[in-house]
Antibody, heavy 117, light 110 residues
Framework: EVQLVESGGGLVQPGRSLRLSCTAS????????MSWVRQAPGKGLEWVGF??????????EYAASVKGRFTISRDDSKSIAYLQMNSLKTEDTAVYYC????????WGQGTLVTVSS | QSVLTQPPSVSGAPGQRVTISCTGS?????????VHWYQQLPGTAPKLLIY???NRPSGVPDRFSGSKSGTSASLAITGLQAEDEADYYC??????????FGGGTKLTVL
């Protein structure tokens, strides 16, 4: 079964950092680009960024709202994608999902990040 | 403000047909990028409903169909059922190498 499991969420103060993990199973992780998508409470889906597979250079793209603060990386040997979030703001409070490209399927269960003092 | 525009809400009675529109521009849908649709039931993660404009993943009922024309796309649901009550999102790509979503449409089954 193809599955994604996010972890690492929690309560963090504004300006601090947090790293999320997305552990994949059931498919050849290294063959796929991976995306992070977030959803603020009561709001719609917002794309955060993605990382291409090594075959396409392993390069990354980000939404303007997180560019320069968030970094996506991957460890294909462990089938894990990471989202490093620095200089967190209250508006980054959301459930963060990881998902697999080229269309977003499957999705993980999400992990809640709350940025508050 | 979402890059792709969807109606905030639609409704229909059981058995009826509803459509949800997704309007983009020449830099995303109109540039030839595929449109994908997701269903999000209350309190759950989104689920892929339609990929590549009009393709259904296995397990998705054929009551759901998608289409694309020009700078817009549509999701149609026929034979509406109570279990279809959910939020629906369209998604595509932009020429700026970013992913774009619609703002979401809440479907209410009357």
């Amino acid at each position: 079964e193809v599955q994604l499991v996010e972890s690492g969420g929690g309560l963090v103060q504004p300006g601090r950092s947090l790293r999320l993990s997305c552990t994949a199973s059931g498919f050849t992780f290294g063959d796929y680009a991976m995306s992070w998508v977030r959803q603020a409470p009561g709001k719609g889906l917002e794309w955060v960024g993605f990382i291409r597979s090594k075959a396409y250079g392993g390069t990354t793209e980000y939404a303007a709202s997180v560019k320069g603060r968030f970094t996506i990386s991957r460890d294909d040997s462990k089938s894990i994608a990471y989202l490093q979030m620095n200089s967190l703001k209250t508006e980054d409070t959301a459930v963060y999902y990881c998902t697999r490209e080229p269309w977003f399927d499957p999705w993980g269960q999400g992990t809640l990040v709350t940025v508050s003092s | 403000q979402s890059v792709l525009t969807q109606p905030p809400s639609v409704s229909g009675a059981p058995g009826q047909r509803v459509t949800i529109s997704c309007t983009g521009s020449s830099s995303n849908i109109g540039a030839g990028y595929d449109v994908h649709w997701y269903q999000q039931l209350p309190g759950t993660a989104p689920k892929l409903l339609i990929y590549g404009n009009s393709n259904r993943p296995s397990g998705v009922p054929d009551r759901f169909s998608g289409s694309k024309s020009g700078t817009s796309a549509s999701l149609a649901i026929t034979g509406l059922q109570a279990e279809d009550e959910a939020d629906y999102y369209c998604q595509s790509y932009d020429s700026s190498l970013t992913v774009v979503f619609g703002g979401g449409t809440k479907l209410t089954v009357l």
